[in-house]
């Protein structure tokens, strides 16, 4: 066995970086990617920079303690992103819009499309086809007023 591992030399650490990637593709938790891109880089340096077998130890050791927090600051920094936050509150993001209502509000409750959606709206009593603000959502009722 020894042997072997000795015989393929820097490929051991090329193997082992597709192994581990591998494992990610099968149980997925984007840890061991990162384990697996760091054994890649140290066999790529390996072939053009000779380097024993301890450094090359090390170098791997190195570069796996840094990616994963590496790797998590930058996950964390793209979750913080504001272009998703009214995901799964769509209601919310219709706040503060103008719209025309389609049918009259009588007894309080009128309809408006909103893009390909009929929308029941609840406010005071106004014709159809006035402009009317959007002025709060709670679930798939909308509160408007006169624009």
């Known amino acids: 066995m020894l042997d072997t591992l000795s015989a393929l030399g820097n490929w051991n650490w090329l193997i082992l970086g597709v192994v581990l990637m591998g494992i990610e593709t099968i149980m997925p938790g984007v840890f061991m990617f990162w ?10 340096l390996s072939f053009g920079v000779t380097i024993s077998w301890q450094m090359q130890l090390v170098g791997f050791a190195l570069l796996a303690i840094s990616m994963v927090p590496l790797w998590r600051h930058f996950a964390a920094r793209a979750s913080d992103r504001a272009d998703n936050q009214f995901l799964n509150r769509r209601t919310q993001e219709l706040v503060g819009q103008l719209v025309t209502l389609d049918t009259a509000i009588v007894n309080g409750v009128g309809t408006v499309k909103i893009g390909d959606t009929v929308w029941r709206v609840e406010g005071p009593a106004l014709e159809a086809g006035t402009q009317v603000k959007i002025e709060t959502a709670d679930g798939a009722r ?6």
């Open 142 to 147: 909308l509160r408007v007023g006169p624009a």
């Open 35 to 44: 384990l697996g891109l760091a054994a890649l880089i140290v066999g790529i």
